[in-house]
């Protein structure tokens, strides 16, 4: 029989009660339920609106409950119509007198909406770990890597020299606003909207700011339509956890690249990547492109949540309980994502080498060389001409920069030097872009150090 059985003359139909049941997805959120209703009680006794008595049993048979599904004693059941509702019927088979007070000044409205404020609370915490995590490991491997020169690339093609730290620490830095744009989330969700009741709060003289404290929130909501119907936090955090999985899928995009034959700039860990069933040579970046596929479903999420509640009026639709699988889909997809990532990201090996190599084949320092010529007292729009008929030289007569002869160099212009070689040696050009934000070694552990610095203060 269901809580609501009073108005009705007939027991729900079986398919109805199926196909109503939000359970299976929000058991999940037991626990939250639980705390939020502790909160509740405290704050009602404290009223004086249920006895002390009243409290003591709802205190010790929540407890109860929640000892009992965490050891597997207590099963939720499939038929009850959610978890709040089945937490209550628990409660009251227990404690009938006081289980049947609980719900007093309060609506499953309000009660949901508090809940998934914070289960996703709890949620954000575990995902800021683990971005912690994953720029610590892209940290450590930048460290080893500040003097490993590697082509920089635009349009996909050889551009400007740069290393390998600046190249990974530019992910950290998407990381770490990651981070933040979570925490800014946070401000805007761990805000109260018990006491909102179903829709237009309730006559009982409730404490609303005692529930929020109790809660560790930094306030109540102060629009009860607005405090049951609100799903912004969810819709932001679904759009922050897809700006994580748009970051990992630009870095899983790379890694692919580079453990490709082509480009061989990495080689992944055996334990983290497969092989082929047929394919006896294979090595595939499977994790890489796992992450890169996920990061559809979860840029759909947000996609999900806004187009279901742009229709809605206030307050309370039953529309919303859609919200939850979309949201969870997203953070569970982000928390099987960033620690596999994180390890193999920690276990990759680098083929400094072959980097180098390929740096220096597509003449990056082009750009370079034009700078040299101005430094010789040409404007820079002549020197880079001259550069770019050096270049087409170079390619028509298979040549590169770093070894054509000097008298070649001359008959494009007087005054080049013996010294161009040391200004166009990728080395050079990397050391000699000091500007802050840029790659030369002692700049880019500069940025490391700040970059840490940054991390301790979250
Ligand atoms: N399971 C519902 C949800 O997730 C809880 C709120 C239901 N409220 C109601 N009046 N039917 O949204």
């Excluded at 509702?85 to 007093?104: C, D, N, Q, V, W």
């Excluded at 309980?321 to 920690?346: G, H, R």
Aim: aromatic letters at 8%; charged letters at 25%; a negative charge.
């Amino acid at each position: 029989m269901a809580l609501w059985a009073g108005r009705f003359k007939k027991e729900i139909n079986a398919n109805v009660n199926a196909f109503n049941s939000s359970i299976s997805f929000d058991a999940r959120m037991y626990k939250h339920d639980i705390m939020g209703s502790q909160a509740h009680a405290k704050m009602l006794a404290k009223q004086g609106i249920i006895s002390r008595q009243n409290l003591t049993e709802i205190l010790k048979g929540l407890n109860d409950i929640l000892c009992e599904l965490e050891n597997g004693d207590l099963l939720f059941d499939p038929h009850a119509e959610d978890i709040h509702m089945f937490i209550e019927a628990e409660l009251t088979k227990r404690y009938p007198e006081s289980g049947k007070k609980l719900h007093t000044a309060r609506s499953r409205n309000d009660q949901v909406a508090l809940d998934l404020r914070l289960y996703t609370r709890d949620e954000i915490k575990d995902i800021q770990g683990m971005l912690m995590e994953l720029m610590q490991v892209l940290i450590n491997q930048a460290k080893g890597h500040t003097h490993t020169i590697m082509c920089g690339y635009t349009h996909l093609q050889r551009a400007q020299p740069i290393t390998f730290a600046h190249h990974l620490m530019a992910y950290v830095e998407m990381f770490y606003r990651d981070y933040t744009r979570l925490d800014d989330c946070m401000k805007r969700l761990n805000v109260s909207p018990l006491g909102s009741g179903a829709l237009a709060t309730t006559t009982y003289p409730i404490d609303r700011h005692f529930v929020a404290q109790e809660l560790h929130m930094n306030d109540i909501m102060y629009n009860s339509l607005d405090g049951v119907s609100d799903r912004d936090y969810a819709i932001e955090l679904a759009n922050d956890l897809a700006m994580i999985m748009m970051h990992l899928s630009r870095l899983s995009e790379e890694i692919i690249l580079w453990c490709s034959w082509e480009f061989k700039y990495i080689e992944l860990d055996d334990a983290y990547a497969t092989g082929s069933s047929i394919m006896p040579q294979k090595k595939n970046p499977d994790i890489a492109e796992l992450v890169r596929g996920k990061s559809a479903r979860v840029i759909n999420d947000v996609s999900t949540l806004l187009t279901m509640m742009k229709g809605l009026p206030l307050a309370y639709n039953k529309d919303m309980q859609e919200d939850k699988e979309t949201l969870f889909d997203a953070i569970d997809q982000v928390k099987l994502c960033l620690p596999v990532f994180s390890d193999m990201i920690n276990t990759m090996k680098v083929n400094k080498q072959r980097m180098q190599e390929c740096a220096a084949k597509g003449f990056i320092n082009a750009t370079d060389c034009a700078d040299y010529l101005v430094k010789k007292g040409k404007a820079f729009r002549d020197a880079y001409k001259t550069t770019g008929q050096l270049v087409a030289y170079c390619i028509d007569h298979d040549e590169v920069l770093e070894t054509l002869p000097l008298d070649i160099y001359k008959s494009f212009d007087e005054v080049f030097e013996k010294d161009v070689y040391q200004a166009i040696s990728l080395l050079t050009c990397v050391e000699n872009r000091l500007v802050d934000g840029g790659p030369a070694p002692q700049t880019c552990q500069k940025a490391i150090k700040r970059m840490e610095k940054q991390l301790e203060a979250l």
